[in-house]
């Protein structure tokens, strides 16, 4: 009888196995339907959010584009608004000068520059050194001499020919 026993509880141990076997297979797949169900639920959830996400991108591309080109025409406006009259008065306010302008360039075509007598008793003076200008103001007047220093003072100011015409006014008066 005692292996009838054994061989009873050994078969009863084996049907508490399958049973315990088959229940968690049960629970098994519950929880591996559950996850599969949790996946397909976050699934959507990122789909709907990366959807949505796109939408919106999209959207904000669309309206980005519209109001550039809208700060473009206005940009555009803007520019023919201020751009005419600035350059009316510009034209208005330039115009004397470039007929000033005009005027010497003509003149200059007339006569070179280099060939207008300054006024000054030396002959080619702003060409000239402080050395040959100091032997060409030796038999000068007291008026040519303060012609050439008050030249000197507006142009090249150079302090030893100033000087120099400075002691030969005051050697004169």
Do not use: C
């Not at 000239?128 to 090249?156: F, P």
């Amino acid at each position: 009888m005692e292996t009838f026993g054994t061989e009873k509880a050994n078969r009863a141990a084996e049907a508490f196995v399958e049973r315990t076997a088959d229940s968690y297979k049960v629970v098994l797949d519950h929880m591996i339907g559950l996850q599969d169900r949790n996946v397909q639920y976050v699934r959507g959830l990122f789909e709907g959010f990366a959807s949505e996400v796109r939408h919106q991108v999209n959207a904000n591309r669309v309206i980005t584009r519209e109001l550039v080109e809208r700060a473009e025409e206005q940009r555009d406006t803007l520019r023919a608004v201020v751009e005419e009259p600035l350059h009316a008065y510009w034209n208005l306010a330039f115009t004397p000068l470039s007929y000033y302008k005009e005027g010497i360039e003509q003149a200059e075509r007339v006569t070179p520059v280099s060939d207008i007598n300054t006024g000054l008793p030396i002959a080619n003076y702003d060409e000239l050194n402080v050395g040959e200008i100091s032997q060409k103001i030796d038999n000068l007047s007291v008026e040519d001499l303060r012609k050439v220093r008050a030249y000197e003072k507006g142009h090249k100011n150079r302090d030893t020919l100033v000087e120099q015409i400075d002691r030969k006014i005051k050697a004169a008066s």
